[in-house]
């Protein structure tokens, strides 16, 4: 069975930790990432996050067995520098695209001290709750270049056809400057040429990512792109399948417009 890749709009901070606190705001967040394992319908061997939190000069694997927390985050509840997401690595797999990287041209090199960051366990803590399966992460690389990440994307593609579920944590708008009603018309703008660009023919829909800063408010939506980037790789890894848009909200925080998509077949 070939695995759909994911790009989810992850939420800001620790927020699954704080549901009595914040859940009236990510009530559809949560529920639409809660329904990914009915979605695909099995258990996956593994899955590999590429995170918006983490570059570096080549592409980055993290490859610890017992990975590490990382609070990347500041202002939240004490409790929230104490979660533990405790869900095991898999150097076997951070190994593999290792090699599927290296083998495409692409430098990659293994992290074992890296720990998941809150684009990881906090996207990933609805979804498996019980902290059972591997996970492995992907940095972006410097420069942030869209093709170099859609080729990369493509190399992954074989991990789908043997239980690897590959995920892009990002967010479709990130301008914390205007994370509010002052990102309102940016937010809507680029999510309406967001979902527009997604429908397009495979071909097309790459090359329209490639072009992603011609789009309508393209830098409000994203000042800087990193939040953007994970699109472009599981993009790659499920070229030539559709989108589906398991997630979508024009009022998150009051205003935003945000979106997730999945690329591939649902099995249920």
Sequence with gaps: MKLPTYFLSHGGGPWPFMMD???HL????DASLR????QIGVTPKAVLVITAHWEGREFMLSSSAKPPMIYDYGGFPPHTYQVQYSAPGSPELAA?????????GHAAVLDAERGFDH???SAMYPVYPQADVP???LSLKYGLDPETHLAVGRLLAPLREQGVLIIGSGLSYHNLRAFNANGAAASHAFDGWLQQAMALPPQERSAALVEWEQAPAARMAHPREEHLLPLMVVVGAAENEPATMPYHEDAF?????VSSY???QAAA
């Design 21 to 23: 606190q914040v859940g």
């Design 26 to 29: 990510y009530a559809k967040l």
């Design 35 to 38: 329904d990914i394992p009915r």
């Design 96 to 104: 593999q695209v290792q090699a599927l990287l290296q083998a495409g």
């Design 119 to 121: 684009g990881t366990f």
């Design 135 to 137: 996970i492995v992460q």
């Design 253 to 257: 925080m009051g205003a935003l417009a």
């Design 262 to 264: 999945r690329f591939g």
